[in-house]
């Protein structure tokens, strides 16, 4: 299909891109109109292997050569980059947008009956940190993820970037009720083991085989950490042990440190 140019930023064929920086107007423009912003040809390739369905590309003129065999599957708009900045609001350096739709999210009984390994997370509202805990999932053998409701959108363009498009190969569902939902994890043979700095906490590198078997390892935010209620519904506390006087990691390092350890003997 032909490109087509767009001179000026207002223009409506531009709408799902606009203001790509502005964190609430997102929230309230891209999950109720089924969308989803995909930065980079890397990361748009990754989202059309995965089967999500595309509804334009937006593309910087100089590089509309870079979509290839891409300009078939979806309308393509080109513009300059001073008409790209004002309608995204940031400096579009990789060349490249791309819109897509948004699926339908598994059941969490699929979700759970597929998984050996899971990483829940609760209140983690950064979507850096929810990106990176997707790509650490992706590398270090987790199968899906658990989201508490007021988790951050894991489809958000931040996450989708940090995680360089493996939001997209690591299933995750939503958990409720919060945290009584725990429950069903449990109830579908998992261990749910809840990382705190907490000085009474077992060290991670402690817990028994039977608890490594099925682990379902939850995450808190940056900050307050795993609330009582989640730490109270879960099987067991651990820590990662620190030195000189560090008392925790970022949350998604501490992912990444835990999501190692529990898989160290898969081997």
């Not at 790509?20 to 040809?41: K, M, N, Q, S």
């Not at 995965?50 to 080109?78: F, M, W």
């Not at 850096?128 to 997707?134: C, E, L, P, R």
């Not at 899906?144 to 958000?156: G, H, N």
């Amino acid at each position: 299909m032909p490109v087509t140019v767009i001179t000026e930023p207002g223009d409506e064929r531009l709408a799902d891109y606009r203001a790509l920086t502005d964190v609430e107007l997102r929230t309230r423009w891209e999950p109720p109109h089924g969308l989803f912003i995909a930065e980079g040809e890397l990361v748009l390739r990754r989202a059309l292997r995965a089967g999500y369905r595309p509804r334009s590309y937006l593309v910087d003129e100089k590089r509309v050569d870079q979509l290839g065999d891409l300009i078939e599957t979806a309308p393509v708009y080109a513009a300059g980059q001073a008409v790209l900045e004002q309608a995204t609001g940031f400096h579009v350096h990789r060349g490249v947008l791309a819109s897509f739709h948004r699926r339908p999210l598994p059941e969490l009984d699929t979700v759970l009956a597929n998984a050996k390994r899971l990483a829940v997370l609760e209140d983690v509202n950064n979507h850096t940190n929810v990106g990176a805990i997707f790509r650490g999932a992706a590398a270090l053998g987790v199968d899906a993820v658990l989201l508490s409701p007021t988790c951050a959108d894991p489809l958000y363009r931040r996450s989708v970037r940090v995680s360089m498009g493996e939001v997209f190969a690591v299933p995750y569902a939503t958990l409720t009720p919060w945290p009584r939902g725990l429950q069903k994890v449990q109830d579908a043979g998992f261990t749910v083991i809840a990382m705190t700095p907490a000085a009474d906490a077992v060290p991670l590198q402690k817990l028994t085989a039977t608890q490594r078997q099925k682990a379902a390892l939850l995450l808190g935010a940056e900050g307050p950490g795993i609330t009582e209620g989640a730490q109270l519904a879960s099987d067991v506390r651990v820590a990662i042990p620190m030195r000189k006087g560090v008392d925790s990691l970022n949350v998604a390092a501490a992912a990444a440190v835990a999501f190692w350890e529990l898989g160290r003997e898969d081997d």
